[in-house]
């Protein structure tokens, strides 16, 4: 059996989280969803649990980290092209998230990516097949 990962998320709008991600393509599983949180399904072994930042706290002693002006941690996501990674960071800006840098082209690695409505770095990778790092 595959290790599944739960990646949680503090966000300050549980509604508008889940409009965004869901113009990115992403689906919820409605058993994990309610009024404080949701979990959204990135593959059949990976998941975003995003939780109302009141939810969140209830996980951890430790203050919210301001995703705006902080990196608490960069999620990144395999695309099956260069164009795949570009479309999903121009879809994510136009659902309302930002760029925060430019593409990066390492040879072996293509990458570009967004943040999310709450500031969350979500990067977005292509991995050239044949070409040795």
């Known amino acids: 059996m595959a290790t ?10 549980l509604d508008q989280s889940i409009k965004f991600f869901t113009q990115l393509g992403y689906s919820f599983n409605p058993q994990f969803t309610d009024e404080t949180a949701t979990c959204m399904i990135i593959s059949e072994d990976i998941f975003v649990m995003l939780l109302t930042e009141e939810k969140f706290k209830l ?50 690695m293509y990458s570009h990516g967004f943040q999310d409505l709450d500031g969350h770095i979500w990067e977005l990778i292509f991995m050239e097949p044949n070409v040795p790092n």
Do not use: M, W
């Open 59 to 108: 996980f951890t002693p430790k203050a919210i980290c301001d995703a705006t002006k902080h990196t608490e941690v960069l999620i990144a996501l395999s695309c099956r092209s260069r164009a795949e990674v570009d479309e999903q960071a121009r879809v994510a800006v136009a659902a309302g998230g930002t760029i925060y840098s430019e593409p990066q082209d390492h040879g072996f």
């Open 4 to 13: 599944k990962i739960f990646v949680n998320l503090p966000v300050k709008n």
